[in-house]
T-cell receptor, first 114, second 113 residues
Framework: EPEVTQTPSHQVTQMGQEVILRCVPISNHLYFYWYRQILGQKVEFLVSFYNNEISEKSEIFDDQFSVERPDGSNFTLKIRSTKLEDSAMYFC????????????FGPGTRLTVL | DAKTTQPNSMESNEEEPVHLPCNHSTISGTDYIHWYRQLPSQGPEYVIHGLTSNVNNRMASLAIAEDRKSSTLILHRATLRDAAVYYCILRYDGSSNTGKLIFGQGTTLQVKP
């Protein structure tokens, strides 16, 4: 069964450093998402991406964040200058159609900012 | 986005049925009722969804009230692997919907052997 994959599984970085989290969505999917989950808290929407552009972003997704689909298979989330409060699990998800179609989530990347 | 209300936690015994309730009194006609769950240390996964009629799949059943203001996710025989946080999420079917999921706190289901 096709699945969403994410790398790395765990990333440790120093405050102020740039990080890139990588995701490979399911191959025939067209809509892509990033979510984050701070330890002990609920899953929060960050951004949705369709047709090579951001379709919606949350208040969390400020200028420090960016997303890219560089080569038709990878979907990346970049944090330019990490802060302590960026420490969280980051989940990538994809879906074939937008709106109400099933979203398939990856296993997540645990980001630890020291 | 329409709001849902779920109990914070529930307990069940293994191999017994579990009924997880969700209230969504402000649901609109184009809102689908989706259920996702998150097993420990994993990403969320889809369980089931419906609009008006009750639905069954290999994982669970979804019972939707006639007025659609509430629904119940039914796990017919809970296993230890079903211990997870269960999220009831409303999603409207419209061209302006980017498909994002808005997660609440969900219901933490504990399954006892």
């Amino acid at each position: 069964e096709p699945e969403v994959t994410q790398t790395p599984s765990h990333q440790v970085t120093q405050m102020g450093q740039e990080v890139i989290l990588r995701c490979v969505p399911i191959s025939n999917h067209l809509y892509f998402y990033w979510y984050r989950q701070i330890l002990g808290q609920k899953v929060e929407f960050l951004v949705s991406f369709y047709n090579n552009e951001i379709s919606e972003k949350s208040e969390i997704f400020d200028d420090q964040f960016s997303v890219e689909r560089p080569d038709g298979s990878n979907f990346t989330l970049k944090i330019r200058s990490t802060k302590l409060e960026d420490s969280a699990m980051y989940f990538c998800a994809s879906t074939r159609d937008g709106s109400t179609d099933t979203q398939y989530f990856g296993p997540g990347t645990r980001l630890t900012v020291l | 986005d329409a709001k849902t209300t779920q109990p914070n936690s529930m307990e069940s015994n293994e191999e017994e049925p579990v009924h997880l309730p969700c209230n969504h009194s402000t649901i609109s006609g184009t809102d689908y009722i989706h259920w996702y769950r998150q097993l420990p240390s994993q990403g969320p996964e889809y369980v089931i969804h419906g609009l008006t009629s009750n639905v069954n799949n290999r994982m669970a059943s979804l019972a939707i009230a006639e007025d659609r203001k509430s629904s119940t996710l039914i796990l017919h025989r809970a296993t230890l692997r079903d211990a997870a946080v269960y999220y009831c999420i409303l999603r409207y079917d419209g061209s302006s919907n980017t498909g994002k999921l808005i997660f609440g706190q969900g219901t933490t289901l504990q399954v006892k052997p």
